[in-house]
Structures are given as C-alpha cells and as structure tokens.
C-alpha cells in the first residue's frame, strides 16, 4: 500500500517491499526527515522502476555486491536473496553469484604481486626454485586469447595455484547458468562497487560486456546499483540511531 509523501504525492514504498534496497526502516525515516527520505526513496529505487534490467538480474546484481568479500552485509543480503528468488532465480544462479563475489578477492594478488617482484628484485631476494608443474586451466586460457598480463606475476610466484585458481574461475563461464553478457554485468558492478573500485577490471569487463552486445544504458544500470548500495548506510544506521536516542533520553 502506497503511503503519503511530506509534499503530498504518493509513496511507492509499499509496491517495492522486498523489491528494492530499502529495509523497512525507511518507513522511521521517513517520520524524521520526510523531504530527505523521499528523494532518497527515489533515486535509490530507479534500477526497480524504470524497465532496462530485468528485476531477477537486479536483485541478482544485489546479491553479488552484498555477499562479495568485499561487503558482507548479511541483512541487505538476505533481503536481495529473498527477492531474486521470487524474481524467479534459482539456487544454482544464487550458488554461482556467491561464488563471484569470492572471485574478486584475486585482486589482492594484481595488486601486491606485482609489488612483491619488484621489492623482492630491489632487495635481492630472489624465490625459491619451483618444480615444473602444468596449468591446464591457464594454457586454455592464453589459446583462447583470454589471458590477461595483469595476471603474470602471480602466475610467476606460484603458478599451480593460479591454475587452480582459474579453474575455478573457468567453471562458471563453463556451467551455462548465466549467459557471457550476465557474468559481465555481474563483474562491472564487483569491480565498480564502492567498496572495491577496481579501474582495471571494471574497464575490462565493460569492454567485454560491449562486444557482446550490451548496450550503454545496461551497463550504466549496473554501475546505478553500485551506487544505491550506498543505502546501507541508513539501513545500518538508522535502527542504531533510534536506540541511542531512546538510551540518551531516558538517561536525562
């Protein structure tokens, strides 16, 4: 049921529960600041509302930016799992977007990999001899030309657990759950999140995402859902508020 706004319109609040990134504490906002929680309400549920995304993928998107390993925000993502199943997704596609939200954390060694050769060079520390060892996984990859050269040095560092690294990573292009285009979507949106900003993986992956026939206005409701992540904070914050005001008060 729709609710009163503070300029007299009417809330579409109701219509989107379990549809959007809200909790119901926007109801205990919108008490204490009616102008601010409704533009807020307005802008943060334009993904739900404006037709360019299916709503499964928007709140599949949802899920992988709150169960990435760079959120973890357990109620949000509760809320989201719960509306993509009603959206009509299935456990396999949730299985495989927690399972992307673990990919990411790859990062860590794009990022301080590269740093570790050159120190270790400046140093003169040189690593230990490895075996010789196959990378199935990661040969496929450079015959398939989908190998990235930010990837190298760890490659170099320890090259058996890169492949099995991209194995991994490999099977969930391979497990035919979400098309090529989807997993690009949902990759933009971990790499673009606020909470992770990853130029050049998001660059990458907007690049793929083009040539598989995206178009500019899909990508960009990606990069909005980044964005209306950002409700969280009221989401956390908010309950909080309401308790050490009540604590505050009855201690005056």
Request: hydrophobic share 45%; proline share 5%.
């Amino acid at each position: 049921m729709a609710t009163r706004r503070s300029d007299g319109s009417r809330s579409t609040s109701g219509q989107l529960q379990d549809r959007g990134p809200w909790d119901p504490v926007l109801a205990e906002f919108r008490e204490w600041n009616g102008q601010g929680a409704d533009l807020l309400e307005t802008v943060s549920t334009n993904p739900w509302t404006n037709g360019i995304l299916p709503l499964k993928t928007i709140e599949l998107i949802c899920v992988a930016l709150n169960a990435a390993c760079t959120n973890l925000q357990p109620n949000a993502l509760r809320r989201h799992v719960r509306a993509a199943l009603e959206a009509g997704a299935t456990r396999e596609e949730l299985l495989v977007t927690f399972q992307m939200g673990f990919g990411l954390a790859i990062h860590s060694c794009s990022l301080g990999a590269p740093i570790l050769l050159e120190e270790a060079k400046a140093a003169g520390v040189k690593a230990a001899p490895k075996p010789s060892v196959v990378t199935p996984a990661c040969d496929t990859m450079r015959d398939l030309g989908q190998w990235n050269a930010a990837w190298d040095p760890f490659f170099q560092l320890d090259p058996l657990w890169t492949d099995q690294f991209f194995a991994f990573a490999a099977s969930i292009y391979q497990s035919g759950v979400f098309t090529e285009k989807e997993i690009e979507f949902f990759s933009i949106a971990l790499d673009a999140s606020y909470t992770h900003m990853y130029a050049p993986g998001t660059r990458r992956h907007i690049k793929m995402a083009l040539a598989l026939g995206a178009t500019m206005e899909e990508i960009m409701e990606v990069l909005k859902l980044c964005v209306v992540q950002g409700v969280e904070a009221c989401n956390l914050g908010i309950p909080i508020l309401e308790e050490e005001l009540e604590r505050f008060q009855g201690e005056r």
